[in-house]
């Protein structure tokens, strides 16, 4: 009977979680190394126009969406009710100060040991103060002060959505989004005119614009198209990705475009992406429900996403600088096998480190 019992229980907290989001979450954290990883190519003035910079490129700009739908995926669960049940105070102890150490050490750890000794870039007071108000400690770090800021609002965000249902949340998201994708847009356009006003997000303010993908998660959450409709969402957004990819490939050719439609996280055509994929994805997913051991193995890969995406960047810095890969960064080959080298260790690394006490709460 207990066994019985226990096989239910089991069998009950599978099917009622989102496993959508675990896939989404995996998926994503690769996508983001294999950003890091094909940039290098992409950046490379004697492969430009060639097959293997149009193959880098696809790589690259084809995952560019990833970002925001970590937000998305973020604001689909944080922005529940439930999380907010207890109060604004319970809710930052749980998430904000949990997230503290790893905001604090990971920050630290790429100043010194990445940029200072693996780098051999000379610090200073006035570089390093620089680099924390521009909260860009290194490439990719400027995501922890996006995570906090949209943490430290999203109290006041659940407040005003909760009585307000579905319809409140998509137009609460779609202003947001309309405002971000359109100041972006504005700025590029401008640039293009001759009357560039670039903008600048620092420390504080890097979540802002990111707060319509965030609400966009919540207000999307239970949008699971099927049959023609989820056929034509998954087929648009594989068609917007593919635009954006040629976009970026013809872009001397497309100035216009390019100033109207910029490809970055806040672009019209990644904002048209990310909510495809966020749509699309929980609705190819909507029915699965993986076994025991396979879902265990899941939720072990999307616990373990925010460690990858933290440590990937030093994993890549020294496999890139090591043999085979050292000297053939210009060849798809080895730079596809460096992105699986970098995404399984980072993974093993990750899962294995989560197992000691202290070491798992910077992960």
Known sequence: MTNDTSIASGVSARSSRRWSYDVLRVISIVGVVAIHTFAGMVSNPDLQGSARWWYATAMDIGFIWVVPVFVMLSGALLLAPRQHAEGPAS??????????????????????????????????????????????????????WL??????????????????GQKRALLFAGALLAVAVATWSASSLLGYAGHPRPLTLLAFTQWLPYAGYFVAGWALRDLRPRGAKLAAATVLTAAVIALLVWQYGTRPAHPLLDALAPISYLGPLVA????????????????????????????????????????????????????????????????????????????????????????????
């Open 91 to 144: 809710f930052y102890r749980r998430r904000l100060l949990r997230l503290a150490p790893a905001f604090v050490f990971w920050q630290i750890f790429y100043i010194v040991v990445v940029f200072g000794w693996i780098s051999g870039q000379t610090l200073t007071v006035a570089g390093v103060a620089t680099s924390i108000l521009d909260g860009r400690t290194y490439t990719h770090l400027y995501f922890l």
């Open 147 to 164: 995570i906090v800021g949209l943490y430290a609002v999203a109290p006041v965000l659940a407040a005003f959505l909760s009585d307000g």
């Open 272 to 363: 048209l992406a990310a909510v495809g994929v966020f749509v699309s994805g929980n609705g190819l997913l909507s029915a699965f429900v993986p076994g025991r051991r396979i879902g265990a193995a899941l939720r072990e890969l999307s616990d373990a996403s925010f460690g990858v995406f933290l440590m990937h960047f030093v994993i890549l810095i020294l496999l890139r600088q090591a043999p085979p890969f050292a000297g053939a960064l210009d060849s798809p080959v080895m730079v596809t096998l460096l992105w699986i080298a970098t995404v399984v260790i980072s993974f093993g690394a990750t899962i294995l480190l989560r197992r000691v006490p202290v070491v798992r709460r910077v992960l």
